[in-house]
């Protein structure tokens, strides 16, 4: 290491820990002053880039995501570990590769039955963990950001709807349960629409959209909450108060562009 | 809170909470290694659940032997860019990049610099991928000297030299750019 490189990491680390600017730096080193100047001035700059941070939506999604693409790695050595079990997999390859892929729409047609039956099932069905999975599924195999939104929008509707019925039958463990489940999702809808540009039509009808679905649930809520036992009465306002406040954040949203809310070939003035 | 080395040693189990703790703890970190050398926020978050997904496969292997847990993070990220540039054979694509930053050097002093943003990200990604790296862990994540030297396997001599290369191949980058 040459003594240049010795300088320009004192100085470099001087800078960074404020114990220097630049022109102290160079002051100290004259000699060295011209060869050093851009680098320390490049440093600099590098070290005032603004922190970069994955979108509120990707950390939103990604556990989830990461979640699913493990379970998706596991599922290559499962079908591995199935096929040496069958056996004599290079000789009969072609005859397994068929009776896999008919395991697989047989699998396929079995669950989509057992899915369909389960879509109105209530926390107390045998059938619930079904729906359960196949709203992870859709969660997870919805490409696209707003999209995925609509999807956790469905899933707080069936969440509210379950709720209400559980306080009604007074099965209070279950309702506390898919209120928790309801918040958790209130929650990633949440941190999608809330960097979503009001400004775009298609984010202004994902954020009405949601408005709307929010005040309906609001209201499902505030009805059971006249039959909700003591007991559970402060989870279901905390509710109540986490959906009033993502409906004030979707309002000043759709309050801050105020550009789409006439269409630019009306005059103002016609519009009351 | 548990420790670092708590929870690797958990997630060396197999422990998906564990593993999930770190995840949540490094995601930021990695991102951002990867966002500075792809210079594309998707490809970006693509890359940083394929680093964190191969981190889980290999979870096993890793024994700390003074090499810490983000180190290896860095390596195993550093590993999945080198294959993306491969595989690609393209130009870095810096158009989402810029749409998310502003222009953050303003002070006199880097003023006569007159760099913007997207002209400092086109030249990183034309440098050489040690240089990336150090530049990336010197200046943007903020590590030090010894830091550096741990996650790129060199010693710290090693590193001082690259990074006085890489400070002078940005600066001929970026004056042939004014």
Known sequence: MSSFDEILSECLNDIEAGQATIEECLRRYPEQAEA???????????????????????????????????????????RLGAALVFGQMRRRRASLVLRVAAVVVLASCLLAGTAYAARESLPDSPLYPVKLTVERVQVATTPNDARRARVFVGVMDQRTHETAVMLRNSNLKQARQTNQS?????????????????NRPENRMLLLYMRDRLLAQQATYQRALSSTPEQVRPLI???????QKTLDRINSQLAADKSLLVPSAVPYGVIS | MP?????????????????????????????????????????????TEQTFLKAWEAIGRFREQGVPFIAWLYRLAHNLVIDYRRTRHQAVS??????????????????AVRLDVAALQQAIARLTPEQ?????????????????????????????????????SLHALLDRND
């Open chain 1, 36 to 78: 050093l100047r851009p680098l320390l001035q490049t440093a600099a700059a590098l070290r005032a880039l603004p922190p970069i941070e994955p979108s509120a939506a990707f950390q939103a999604a990604a556990p989830t995501r990461l979640a699913n693409l493990i379970a998706s790695r596991r599922q290559p050595s499962a």
């Open chain 1, 182 to 198: 309801y918040v958790r999702t209130l929650s990633e809808a949440a941190a999608i629409v809330e960097h979503v540009p009001a």
């Open chain 1, 237 to 243: 306002q905390s509710t109540l108060g986490q959906i």
């Open chain 2, 3 to 47: 420790t670092e080395s708590e929870l690797v040693q958990r997630a060396t189990q197999r422990d998906a909470q564990a593993f999930g703790e770190l995840y949540q703890r490094y995601l930021k970190q990695i991102y951002r290694y990867i966002f500075y050398r792809v210079g594309n926020a998707t490809e970006a978050e693509d890359l």
């Open chain 2, 94 to 111: 810096l158009e989402t990049a810029c749409d998310t930053m502003d222009q953050a050097v303003s002070s006199e002093e880097l003023a």
């Open chain 2, 132 to 168: 990336q790296q150090v530049i990336i862990l010197r200046f943007v994540q903020g590590l030090s000297h010894g830091d550096v030297a741990v996650i790129m396997g060199k010693n710290e001599g090693a590193i001082r030299g690259l990074q006085h290369r890489a400070l002078e």
